[in-house]
């Protein structure tokens, strides 16, 4: 599917003002650290990890990760992943529980300006395992990127097919996120396992998001 010059809506409705933490914060991340690591041995190094030490993660490896995921690569605004019709309805969130030098809370993440807003403070971290089937990994890791779609502008031009292509694109993002990891020697998994109606009531996330999936790192 070509990329189609349409007009600039690519934005969701913006986060009702209730919703956002009070005096919300941003935070400009570091630059990306180079991925020096081989391609082949990223790709054989790969594999789901689960088990996390209890160490943060630094905020420059983090801001890697994200921009491994979903950082833009070219003037025109296209990413590291590619997007059906560069429409990129699919968002990023970060939850941050254990980051060297970012306060633990859950943020939205900008891949324009590589900024992270924080949308909620303090961590919620068993309650955000218990709504992914409770699972141990959750509850240990150190940070996860959280993808949520907006259909609006996807539907609008691919009708019924918006949703397989959203949860097509969230894939090449989260392979992106474990090649990176791989790189930078940190452990990750993919969570699909996901009640998306208890974390919308958990999370300050807009009505119109729905989410996808839950990409988790963290120390080995
Ligand atoms: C879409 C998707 C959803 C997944 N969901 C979970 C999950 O909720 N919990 C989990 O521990 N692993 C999850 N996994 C990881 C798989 O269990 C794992 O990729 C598989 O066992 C193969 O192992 P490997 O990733 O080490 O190659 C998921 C993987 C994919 C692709």
Not at 18 to 34: H, I, K, N
Not at 129 to 143: L, M, P, S, T, W
Request: proline share 8%.
């Amino acid at each position: 599917m070509k990329p189609r010059v349409t007009p600039q809506d690519h934005a969701p409705a913006a986060m009702p003002a209730s919703r956002r933490a009070a005096g919300a914060s941003r935070v400009v991340l570091p630059e990306p650290l180079p991925l020096e690591a081989r391609l082949d041995e990223c790709l054989k190094r790969r594999r789901s990890t689960r088990e996390y030490a209890e160490a943060p993660i630094p905020l420059q490896e983090l801001s890697t990760l994200l921009w491994a995921a979903q950082g833009v690569t070219s003037p025109g605004g296209l990413r590291t992943a590619p997007s059906a019709g560069a429409i990129y309805p699919v968002k990023s969130y970060m939850l941050a529980f254990r980051v060297q030098g970012l306060a633990a809370g859950f943020y939205s993440f900008d891949p324009e300006q590589r900024t992270l807003t924080l949308l909620a403070k303090g961590t919620k971290q068993e309650r955000v395992a218990k709504v992914c089937g409770d699972q141990q990994c959750v509850a240990e890791c150190a940070a996860g990127l959280l993808l949520t779609a907006w259909y609006g502008r996807l539907r609008r031009e691919f009708g019924d097919a918006a949703e397989q292509l959203a949860l097509i694109e969230a894939g090449h993002i989260g392979q992106n996120w474990h090649l990176a990891a791989a790189a930078l020697r940190l452990g990750s998994v993919s969570i699909g396992k996901i009640d998306p109606v208890a974390l919308k009531l958990l999370l300050p996330l807009p009505e119109d998001e729905h989410p996808l999936y839950l990409l988790i790192t963290g120390k080995p």
